[in-house]
DNA sequence: GAGCACTGC
């Protein structure tokens, strides 16, 4: 391995660089806030908590943060990750007086544990009561007071369902997009409103923050300045140095064959000559995560007796919660903490501890193909941006170590940023929220990253046929205004709306929400057996959908014990999550007027319903044993994790989504009837040939 | 006959 210098300098030593300027005293105990019976921190607490505030890199730059929003409209920030943005800016903001005579300082997150993590971390350096003058918003969780809160954190998403009811953001003054390098698919939707917004709105400040890349892009999306005089300029950029340790990162000298076998060799190389430290190592899927995992449990028994100890843990996305609370725990000192993650540990989680980074070059991402109107898991290389993030996990706790299983010449080949969310994504919601916020002309929509014209023509397709907008692509009333206020996939939207035919609203509710959560069953890789015999006895001959409602109703009946969770192999915390859901769409089918009522165990009724939302995710068994389309002929599997996948194969399904990992798979299947597809999609299946089907498609006025 | 990157409303 080649030790590589260059990479130092993108990483910075802690300074003790005090504050150049010298601030005026500030009260930081709100006057709102100092008649409540709660505690209020005594003098030097505020004192201790004022001068941690003026050490973080970012308060250097206060008076010029504020004097660039005074000047300019929209102001890009670079902040590297420690120099306190998150949490210093919005204060800044607020003590300049921007929340001033009832307005709002906005932060937007694209998690939701971001969003109360630094809420809480703000209510405490302002000695507020979490709720108050600072709050924050997520879904099923609204912590803040309509008439006091001043700065409000939430999720991006939260604020695009804001902007449905308050397009323009009446109630705020600034609104800081953070992490906007993560392109998430809401964050890019937001970008794009706001920049609407400010034509409206002269007096809207945006921020975006972003740790490195794409400033100047960012910045001239949100520039108006047609003129050459720099002097008019509506958007500037201003950059924050960052508080993280050094980190080496090493490259291997020549491409491995198998980077499972050179993670495994590295650890163990690591584990040998390096003093303590925790170490993390980035692969691809839970596939490749349990596999290095068994072998390092291997090479951990052979240690000698005296030696270091190793530690060794797994960490993915469905891992029970439990086992993922592992990785946080702090080991003693005889032992090295070694976890071997997806990238869920490369933004979404931090774990506490890491010296050493090992990454293996590659991420698996999920594609959408507009073609089959699937969507793909695909292992791709990771761009610059995400090998320097990966690395950068290295550096929280003391100087580390990177060690990158490729060369630097394939790290210089990488491209610098990843693919924005939007430009991979089935459009068909994205199109119904942009028509409900009433932008008609959604394929003129200026996206900082537009997505490939086919992904909006074939979303709009699916909302045509679903009668959501109509021939003029207009958004239906009142089923296509309906169906956006809905926090569902359209397909699922107008099921709901369409329960009301068939009287099983009750079910259809349930099947939504339950739909909405991820691995409701659980197989812990040491119990297979007995987790498989107890998802039987949920499973019913019908599929999947009506599986999860069963399972839903015998957690009721169970009294949502967490216990009985566990026998029987489900996820609790899914579960109750889906109660929520379920409650909130509860409340918006009241708001549709759909009224709740049962079927009563009518599952043809449940299945019609079904169908009346995923009849463009039908297919037919073919003589050969395999499934294909209706409508494209495309082939595909019943996925493993189907109920139906052990079954006797039936004529017709309908599925929720296809996914592609070694073969074409429909995941969410029940078993159809043929003649509810010409009953109840007549306008999809009875088109006609081909050829008619492109001359009325051809129509179509986009 | 055998599979599950990660968020979010």
């Given at each position: 391995?080649?030790?590589?210098?260059?990479?130092?300098?993108?990483?910075w030593?802690?300074?003790?660089?005090g504050?150049?300027?010298?601030i005026?005293?500030?009260?930081?105990v709100?006057v709102?806030?100092?008649?409540?019976?709660?505690?209020?921190?005594?003098?030097?607490?505020?004192?201790?908590?004022?001068k941690?505030?003026?050490?973080?890199?970012?308060?250097?730059?206060r008076?010029?943060?504020?004097?660039?929003?005074?000047?300019?409209?929209?102001?890009?920030?670079?902040g590297e990750?420690?120099?306190?943005?998150?949490?210093?800016?919005?204060?800044?903001?607020?003590?300049?007086?921007?929340?001033?005579?009832?307005?709002?300082?906005?932060?937007?997150?694209?998690?939701?544990?971001?969003?109360i993590t630094?809420?809480?971390?703000?209510?405490?350096?302002?000695?507020?009561?979490?709720?108050?003058s600072?709050?924050?918003?997520?879904?099923?969780d609204d912590?803040?007071?309509?008439?006091?809160?001043?700065?409000?954190f939430?999720?991006?998403?939260?604020?695009?369902r804001?902007?449905?009811?308050?397009?323009?953001?009446?109630?705020y003054?600034?609104?800081m997009?953070d992490?906007?390098?993560?392109?998430?698919?809401?964050?890019?939707?937001?970008?794009?409103?706001?920049?609407?917004?400010?034509?409206k709105?002269?007096?809207?400040?945006?921020?975006?923050?972003?740790?490195?890349?794409?400033?100047?892009k960012?910045?001239?999306?949100?520039?108006?300045?047609?003129?050459?005089?720099?002097?008019?300029?509506?958007?500037?950029?201003?950059?924050?140095?960052?508080?993280?340790?050094?980190?080496?990162?090493?490259?291997?000298?020549a491409?491995?064959?198998?980077y499972?076998?050179?993670?495994?060799?590295?650890?163990?190389?690591i584990?040998?000559?390096?003093?303590?430290?925790?170490?993390?190592?980035?692969?691809?899927?839970?596939?490749?995560?349990?596999q290095?995992?068994?072998?390092?449990?291997?090479?951990?028994r052979?240690?000698?007796?005296?030696?270091?100890?190793?530690?060794v843990?797994?960490?993915?996305?469905?891992?029970p919660?439990?086992?993922?609370?592992?990785?946080?725990?702090?080991?003693?000192?005889?032992?090295?903490?070694i976890?071997i993650?997806?990238?869920?540990?490369?933004?979404?989680?931090?774990?506490?501890?890491?010296?050493?980074?090992?990454?293996c070059?590659f991420?698996?991402?999920?594609?959408?193909?507009?073609?089959?109107g699937?969507?793909?898991?695909?292992?791709v290389?990771?761009?610059?941006?995400?090998?320097?993030?990966?690395a950068?996990?290295a550096g929280?706790?003391?100087?580390?170590?990177?060690?990158r299983?490729?060369?630097?010449?394939?790290?210089?080949?990488?491209?610098?940023?990843?693919?924005p969310?939007?430009q991979?994504?089935?459009?068909?919601?994205?199109?119904?929220?942009?028509?409900?916020?009433?932008?008609?002309?959604?394929?003129?929509f200026?996206?900082?990253?537009?997505?490939?014209?086919?992904?909006?023509?074939?979303?709009?397709?699916?909302?045509?046929?679903?009668?959501?907008?109509n021939?003029?692509c207009?958004?239906?009333?009142?089923?296509?205004?309906?169906m956006?206020?809905?926090?569902?996939?359209?397909?699922?939207?107008?099921?709901?709306m369409?329960?009301?035919d068939?009287g099983?609203?009750e079910?259809?509710?349930?099947?939504?929400?339950?739909?909405q959560?991820q691995?409701?069953?659980?197989?812990?890789?040491?119990?297979?057996?007995?987790?498989?015999?107890?998802?039987?006895?949920?499973?019913?001959?019908?599929?999947?959908?009506?599986t999860?409602l069963?399972?839903?109703?015998?957690?009721?009946?169970w009294?949502?014990?967490?216990?009985?969770c566990?026998?029987?192999?489900?996820?609790?915390?899914g579960?109750?999550r889906?109660?929520?859901?379920?409650?909130?769409?509860?409340?918006?089918?009241?708001?549709?007027?759909v009224r709740?009522?049962?079927?009563?165990?009518?599952?043809?009724a449940?299945?019609?319903c079904?169908?009346?939302?995923?009849?463009?995710?039908?297919a037919?068994?073919?003589?050969?044993?395999?499934?294909?389309?209706?409508?494209?002929?495309?082939e595909?599997?019943?996925?493993?994790?189907?109920v139906?996948?052990?079954?006797?194969?039936k004529?017709?399904?309908?599925?929720?989504?296809?996914?592609?990992?070694?073969?074409e798979?429909?995941?969410?299947?029940?078993?159809v009837?043929?003649?509810?597809l010409?009953?109840?999609?007549?306008?999809?299946?009875d088109?006609?040939?081909?050829n008619?089907?492109?001359?009325?498609?051809?129509?179509?006025?986009y």
């Amino acid at each position: 391995m080649s030790r590589r210098d260059h990479s130092r300098q993108k990483f910075w030593k802690p300074t003790d660089d005090g504050p150049k300027t010298k601030i005026e005293e500030e009260r930081l105990v709100d006057v709102t806030e100092a008649d409540s019976t709660s505690f209020v921190p005594g003098n030097q607490t505020s004192l201790s908590i004022e001068k941690q505030r003026q050490q973080l890199p970012v308060f250097k730059y206060r008076t010029h943060i504020l004097y660039l929003l005074e000047k300019y409209r929209t102001v890009v920030i670079i902040g590297e990750t420690g120099c306190g943005k998150s949490t210093q800016i919005p204060q800044y903001l607020y003590e300049a007086g921007w929340a001033a005579n009832g307005k709002v300082i906005g932060v937007t997150q694209p998690r939701r544990v971001a969003a109360i993590t630094v809420a809480t971390r703000v209510a405490e350096e302002r000695a507020a009561i979490l709720g108050h003058s600072v709050g924050y918003a997520i879904r099923f969780d609204d912590c803040t007071d309509a008439e006091r809160t001043r700065i409000k954190f939430v999720t991006d998403g939260l604020l695009l369902r804001e902007m449905m009811k308050d397009p323009l953001l009446t109630q705020y003054s600034v609104i800081m997009l953070d992490e906007a390098h993560e392109r998430t698919l809401y964050t890019d939707i937001v970008l794009g409103l706001l920049k609407k917004v400010q034509r409206k709105r002269e007096d809207l400040r945006i921020i975006v923050a972003s740790a490195t890349l794409d400033a100047e892009k960012f910045r001239k999306y949100f520039e108006t300045n047609t003129s050459s005089d720099p002097e008019e300029d509506t958007a500037a950029i201003l950059t924050v140095e960052g508080r993280m340790f050094p980190v080496d990162v090493f490259y291997i000298k020549a491409p491995v064959p198998s980077y499972l076998k050179a993670t495994v060799e590295t650890v163990m190389k690591i584990h040998h000559t390096e003093r303590y430290g925790d170490i993390l190592a980035f692969l691809t899927g839970q596939d490749e995560v349990e596999q290095v995992v068994s072998l390092l449990i291997e090479h951990a028994r052979q240690l000698p007796k005296d030696a270091l100890k190793m530690f060794v843990l797994p960490m993915y996305g469905s891992l029970p919660g439990r086992e993922q609370m592992k990785v946080f725990e702090r080991v003693g000192k005889g032992t090295r903490k070694i976890v071997i993650a997806t990238n869920i540990a490369e933004a979404s989680i931090t774990i506490p501890g890491i010296v050493y980074v090992i990454d293996c070059g590659f991420v698996k991402i999920n594609a959408y193909n507009p073609k089959g109107g699937f969507e793909s898991l695909v292992v791709v290389p990771v761009s610059q941006a995400s090998a320097q993030q990966r690395a950068g996990r290295a550096g929280r706790i003391r100087s580390g170590k990177a060690y990158r299983l490729y060369t630097e010449d394939d790290f210089l080949k990488l491209k610098p940023g990843s693919v924005p969310e939007m430009q991979r994504s089935n459009m068909a919601a994205v199109v119904l929220q942009l028509k409900a916020l009433g932008i008609d002309n959604v394929l003129r929509f200026s996206f900082l990253s537009p997505p490939p014209a086919q992904n909006m023509v074939r979303g709009l397709e699916l909302l045509y046929a679903l009668g959501a907008v109509n021939e003029t692509c207009h958004l239906t009333v009142p089923l296509g205004i309906r169906m956006a206020e809905f926090p569902l996939s359209p397909m699922f939207a107008k099921m709901l709306m369409a329960s009301k035919d068939f009287g099983c609203s009750e079910e259809a509710v349930t099947i939504a929400a339950m739909m909405q959560i991820q691995n409701v069953f659980q197989t812990p890789s040491h119990n297979k057996i007995n987790a498989l015999k107890a998802k039987r006895l949920f499973s019913v001959a019908e599929g999947d959908h009506i599986t999860m409602l069963n399972t839903f109703n015998a957690f009721l009946k169970w009294g949502k014990s967490a216990r009985w969770c566990g026998q029987n192999f489900l996820n609790y915390k899914g579960l109750m999550r889906a109660i929520e859901i379920r409650k909130q769409l509860c409340a918006l089918m009241k708001r549709a007027k759909v009224r709740l009522v049962s079927c009563n165990g009518d599952m043809v009724a449940i299945q019609k319903c079904l169908v009346s939302g995923f009849f463009a995710n039908a297919a037919r068994l073919n003589f050969s044993g395999v499934y294909r389309t209706i409508r494209d002929d495309y082939e595909l599997h019943i996925h493993p994790t189907s109920v139906l996948y052990a079954e006797k194969p039936k004529q017709f399904v309908i599925f929720n989504e296809i996914v592609h990992t070694t073969k074409e798979f429909m995941r969410d299947v029940t078993v159809v009837d043929q003649r509810w597809l010409y009953e109840l999609a007549p306008h999809y299946y009875d088109f006609g040939t081909e050829n008619e089907i492109a001359a009325k498609r051809a129509k179509i006025d986009y």
